[in-house]
């Protein structure tokens, strides 16, 4: 086999793929140490309320169970609140499971058993009597938009939208108008792969915790602050993740009762929770937008009104960026936006997959297709119109907008040009089709980040970071930068993801993790190559080619050989070769990718965003309603593509969401209990094979020399924003009927 660099840029295959399908690659469920207990957490059944008394004599009497843990004897923990902060910033007071006998939310912990097998706490679990004093509790929606709210201390990562014009009036005096609600049902993360738990009780006291998350660093810091333990006492892993889209952001309940478990059984334990369970935490909040745009005869928009609602808990905060996204990216002289958030009794809602852009990007669009039909415009022409080439909110010059581009490239591939303006005008016998269009905005975002770069005796290259791959294709596209980088093959590139105590990497999402870990591999591998050089510089016992090509610098380090940049192939030195020269056996060096000052300016002076066109033919069944997704195609500018495989890839997954968005996925709450009713595959519908069509992924030619160290801007969440539009809009176009909530389903 010959071997090659593997630059970035090339669609080279998963690395990670052989260890997935073979059984290698290892998740959080599935450590076995000796003596494990099973953990099976009770939960509540109301929404608000007391625990009044536990009765669990015929719970523990049941065969292998070891211990019932309850709010009553748990071993102890931080006294304070801000102890169980996590990273993500969620402003309020943070859930602490089983601190006490209040319920919050219906789902939350109130015991968990732990017993020698999986079965035998699952029964036990049933057998354990709650007695609870019930209290008065509203999960309904609709009702908590009368407490709508803007929380003293918002979140981290809020925007606050920027007003320009005077939008009341102008809308006012637009000859052509519209306004409606838009909305979003609840959806739910569902990623293959449960949340689960694997803490393993180590001989010195020590806690080696296999978790399901999206950052081992955040869970490390979690446990060490809510468990009053040292950051040597835990090591949290995850090198492989089934999926989290956003679902492994926070550090789940399932990590903190697990490891209080350990700590107060001294064994090993594993929770795993049912798919049921899942349906108790972390889900998109629902959302209502109402709009209302004015435009001029021409098309010309003059005003721009957007007032946003998402839920959120009792006891928390959360907040989204959802109603900036239409004063981004369209020129209006005249906008303004409000943002609210109300409480209900349940879980906090939480951060999936491109939040608040999924949810704000995808209503917005619905309603500019709504006023280009309005000025009887073609919602491409209409979108061109009102272009436009800065951040229109902040009036900031932008790194790069290639949107035009896409939108232009993506009509072509599709054959949008000879679409017929009029509703219902295509057919099929009793098929109406129907073509639709919306365009994508996410943020473009870069972290600092650390990567260490060893090169041992063997001549192999072992690339080291905390960051972690949920699906992404991370181990791919850091071997890529690595072999880049430093001249070396990827088949002799080893990459280590996932791991507490490796290299700082923030939590994998929101599409950076590409940019930041990328620019620090990048770093690392050009540092280590450095220092290869000037170590063989100063070695008294190389040949005089090398000496020679050192010093002019004719000597270079390619495909994993030193060798002469000239005609002469036989001037050539394994790195194996050179290492044993310099009289070590190992080389390494440890760098930080972080926004420098040129960085620093360029983000307070710039904007930076991901942007896409999205274009999407229907087929509706005119006697059943029914809805098939037939075409999909995806125009993405994300400035340098890393791997042009694993990059569509990811927009490809995020489409087959949207299309769950958009026609399928919608978390039914009983509002009577606080509970959603549908926790199951087989009543919570998410897109199946049948129900993807054929999607096609072009990435336009964008450079992007400020964005990121590498021009990279990411693609994970793009995939989402206006896919759900587009399929909307589309549906518009096939029947003549315009829908204002998502999902779309038949009769809506």
Same mark, same amino acid.
């Given at each position: 086999?010959?071997?090659?660099?593997?630059?970035? +840029?090339?669609?080279?295959?998963?690395?990670?793929?052989?260890?997935?399908?073979?059984?290698?690659?290892?998740?959080?469920?599935?450590?076995?140490?000796?003596?494990?207990?099973?953990?099976? @957490?009770?939960?509540?059944?109301?929404?608000?309320?007391?625990?009044?008394?536990?009765?669990?004599?015929?719970?523990?009497?049941?065969?292998?169970?070891?211990?019932?843990? =309850?709010?009553?004897?748990?071993?102890?923990?931080?006294?304070?609140?801000?102890?169980?902060?996590?990273? $993500?910033?969620?402003?309020?007071?943070?859930?602490?499971?089983?601190?006490?006998?209040?319920?919050?939310?219906?789902?939350?912990?109130?015991?968990?058993?732990?017993?020698?097998?999986?079965?035998?706490?699952?029964?036990?679990?049933?057998?354990?009597?709650?007695?609870?004093?019930?209290?008065?509790?509203?999960?309904?929606?609709?009702?908590?938009?009368?407490?709508?709210?803007?929380?003293?201390?918002?979140?981290?990562?809020?925007?606050?939208?920027?007003?320009?014009?005077?939008?009341?009036?102008?809308?006012?005096?637009?000859?052509?108008?519209?306004?409606?609600?838009?909305?979003?049902?609840?959806?739910?993360?569902?990623?293959?792969?449960?949340?689960?738990?694997?803490?393993?009780?180590?001989?010195?006291?020590?806690?080696?915790?296999?978790?399901?998350?999206?950052?081992?660093?955040?869970?490390?810091?979690?446990?060490?602050?809510?468990?009053?333990?040292?950051?040597?006492?835990?090591?949290?892993?995850?090198?492989?993740?089934?999926?989290?889209? #956003?679902?492994?952001?926070?550090?789940?309940?399932?990590?903190?009762?697990?490891?209080?478990?350990?700590?107060?059984?001294?064994?090993?334990?594993?929770?795993?929770?049912? !798919?049921?369970?899942?349906?108790?935490?972390?889900?998109?909040?629902?959302?209502?937008?109402?709009?209302?745009?004015?435009?001029?005869?021409?098309?010309?928009?003059?005003?721009?009104?957007?007032?946003?609602?998402?839920? =959120?808990?009792?006891?928390?905060?959360?907040?989204?960026?959802?109603?900036? %996204?239409?004063?981004?990216?369209?020129?209006?002289?005249?906008?303004?936006?409000?943002?609210?958030?109300?409480? !209900?009794?349940?879980?906090?809602?939480?951060?999936?997959?491109?939040? +608040?852009?999924?949810? +704000?990007?995808?209503?917005?669009?619905? *309603?500019?297709?709504?006023?280009?039909?309005?000025?009887? /415009?073609?919602? $491409?022409?209409?979108?061109?119109?009102?272009?436009?080439?800065?951040?229109?909110?902040?009036?900031?010059?932008?790194?790069?907008? *290639?949107?035009?581009?896409?939108?232009?490239?993506?009509?072509?591939?599709?054959?949008?040009?000879?679409?017929?303006?009029?509703?219902?005008?295509?057919?099929?016998?009793?098929?109406?089709?129907?073509?639709?269009?919306?365009?994508?905005? %996410?943020?473009?975002?870069?972290?600092? =980040?650390?990567?260490?770069?060893?090169?041992?005796?063997?001549?192999?290259?072992?690339?080291?970071?905390?960051?972690?791959?949920?699906?992404?294709?991370?181990?791919?596209?850091?071997?890529?930068?690595?072999?880049?980088?430093?001249?070396?093959?990827?088949?002799? @590139? &080893?990459?280590?993801? #996932?791991?507490?105590?490796?290299?700082?990497?923030?939590?994998?999402?929101?599409?950076?993790?590409?940019?930041?870990?990328?620019?620090?591999?990048?770093?690392?591998?050009?540092?280590?190559?450095?220092?290869?050089?000037?170590?063989? #510089?100063?070695?008294?016992? @190389?040949?005089? %080619?090398?000496?020679?090509?050192?010093?002019?610098?004719?000597?270079?380090?390619? &495909? +994993?050989?030193?060798?002469?940049?000239?005609?002469?192939?036989?001037?050539?030195?394994?790195?194996?070769?050179?290492?044993?020269? =310099?009289?070590?056996?190992?080389?390494?060096?440890?760098?930080?990718?972080?926004?420098?000052?040129?960085?620093?300016?360029?983000? /307070?002076?710039?904007?930076?965003?991901?942007?896409?066109?999205?274009?999407?033919?229907? !087929?509706?069944?005119?006697?059943?309603?029914?809805?098939?997704?037939?075409?999909?195609?995806?125009?993405?500018?994300?400035?340098?593509?890393?791997?042009?495989?694993?990059?569509?890839?990811?927009? !490809?997954?995020?489409?087959?969401?949207?299309?769950?968005?958009?026609?399928?996925?919608?978390?039914?709450?009983?509002?009577?209990?606080?509970?959603?009713?549908?926790?199951?595959?087989?009543?919570?519908? @998410?897109?199946?094979?049948? &129900?993807?069509?054929? /999607?096609?992924?072009?990435?336009?030619?964008?450079?992007?020399?400020?964005?990121?160290?590498?021009?990279?801007?990411?693609?994970?969440?793009?995939?989402?924003?206006?896919?759900?539009?587009?399929?909307?809009?589309?549906?518009?176009?096939?029947?003549?009927?315009?829908?204002?909530?998502?999902?779309?389903?038949? #009769?809506?």
């Amino acid at each position: 086999m010959t071997l090659h660099s593997a630059k970035i +840029g090339q669609p080279v295959s998963r690395i990670d793929g052989l260890a997935k399908v073979t059984g290698q690659a290892r998740y959080a469920a599935e450590p076995h140490p000796a003596g494990m207990l099973y953990g099976f @957490i009770v939960n509540s059944p109301i929404a608000r309320g007391r625990i009044e008394a536990i009765r669990d004599e015929a719970a523990r009497a049941v065969p292998g169970v070891v211990e019932i843990m =309850t709010h009553l004897n748990r071993p102890h923990s931080a006294l304070f609140e801000k102890s169980y902060m996590d990273g $993500l910033g969620v402003p309020g007071s943070p859930y602490r499971p089983l601190h006490d006998a209040e319920i919050s939310f219906n789902g939350q912990p109130v015991a968990v058993v732990f017993a020698e097998t999986f079965e035998a706490a699952r029964e036990a679990s049933m057998l354990l009597e709650v007695d609870y004093e019930r209290w008065p509790h509203n999960a309904d929606f609709e009702a908590s938009l009368h407490q709508k709210y803007m929380p003293g201390k918002t979140r981290s990562n809020y925007v606050p939208p920027k007003s320009r014009g005077n939008a009341a009036e102008a809308y006012a005096l637009s000859p052509i108008k519209i306004e409606g609600r838009y909305h979003l049902a609840p959806e739910h993360h569902n990623p293959m792969e449960m949340h689960a738990t694997t803490v393993i009780a180590e001989d010195d006291g020590t806690f080696t915790v296999w978790d399901k998350t999206q950052g081992p660093q955040a869970v490390q810091a979690y446990l060490t602050s809510a468990l009053s333990l040292s950051k040597d006492q835990v090591r949290v892993r995850n090198p492989y993740v089934g999926g989290a889209f #956003g679902s492994g952001l926070r550090a789940q309940h399932n990590v903190f009762l697990a490891a209080l478990g350990a700590k107060m059984l001294k064994r090993s334990v594993r929770i795993t929770l049912t !798919r049921q369970q899942m349906f108790t935490h972390v889900f998109r909040p629902e959302a209502v937008m109402d709009i209302a745009l004015g435009a001029q005869p021409d098309g010309t928009l003059q005003s721009m009104i957007v007032d946003g609602v998402t839920d =959120t808990s009792r006891f928390e905060h959360n907040m989204e960026n959802l109603v900036i %996204w239409g004063l981004i990216n369209y020129k209006c002289p005249n906008a303004t936006a409000d943002y609210k958030i109300a409480p !209900r009794d349940t879980y906090t809602s939480s951060d999936m997959r491109a939040p +608040g852009a999924a949810t +704000g990007v995808n209503l917005f669009e619905m *309603a500019v297709d709504e006023m280009a039909y309005a000025c009887n /415009m073609d919602p $491409l022409a209409f979108r061109l119109h009102n272009y436009s080439d800065i951040d229109a909110m902040h009036d900031m010059p932008l790194t790069s907008k *290639a949107l035009k581009e896409a939108m232009h490239e993506g009509a072509e591939r599709f054959g949008w040009y000879s679409r017929p303006m009029a509703p219902k005008s295509m057919r099929d016998g009793k098929e109406l089709i129907g073509w639709g269009m919306a365009t994508g905005i %996410w943020d473009a975002m870069f972290s600092p =980040t650390s990567a260490r770069a060893t090169l041992t005796a063997d001549g192999r290259l072992h690339i080291a970071t905390a960051a972690s791959d949920i699906g992404t294709g991370t181990y791919t596209i850091l071997a890529q930068t690595a072999s880049e980088a430093f001249g070396i093959p990827i088949e002799m @590139i &080893d990459i280590e993801l #996932g791991d507490s105590t490796l290299p700082e990497c923030p939590t994998e999402g929101g599409s950076w993790t590409a940019a930041s870990a990328g620019a620090a591999v990048w770093l690392a591998c050009q540092s280590l190559r450095e220092k290869l050089f000037k170590t063989l #510089g100063k070695s008294g016992n @190389i040949s005089a %080619w090398l000496t020679e090509g050192l010093s002019n610098k004719t000597t270079v380090l390619q &495909d +994993g050989f030193l060798q002469d940049k000239g005609a002469d192939e036989n001037l050539r030195l394994s790195l194996s070769e050179a290492l044993s020269l =310099t009289g070590q056996d190992r080389l390494e060096v440890e760098e930080t990718a972080k926004p420098g000052l040129r960085g620093t300016i360029s983000q /307070m002076r710039k904007a930076r965003f991901t942007h896409s066109a999205v274009f999407c033919e229907v !087929r509706v069944d005119e006697e059943l309603g029914i809805v098939r997704v037939t075409r999909l195609v995806n125009a993405v500018a994300a400035g340098r593509i890393m791997n042009p495989k694993t990059a569509a890839s990811q927009v !490809r997954g995020a489409m087959v969401m949207a299309t769950g968005m958009a026609l399928h996925e919608e978390s039914l709450m009983d509002e009577r209990v606080g509970r959603f009713m549908n926790h199951n595959f087989s009543e919570y519908h @998410i897109p199946a094979h049948a &129900d993807i069509p054929d /999607m096609d992924v072009l990435f336009v030619a964008e450079k992007d020399r400020e964005v990121s160290p590498l021009g990279i801007k990411g693609v994970g969440e793009i995939g989402m924003c206006g896919t759900a539009a587009a399929i909307a809009n589309a549906i518009f176009h096939a029947t003549g009927q315009r829908h204002r909530s998502l999902p779309i389903t038949p #009769g809506s």
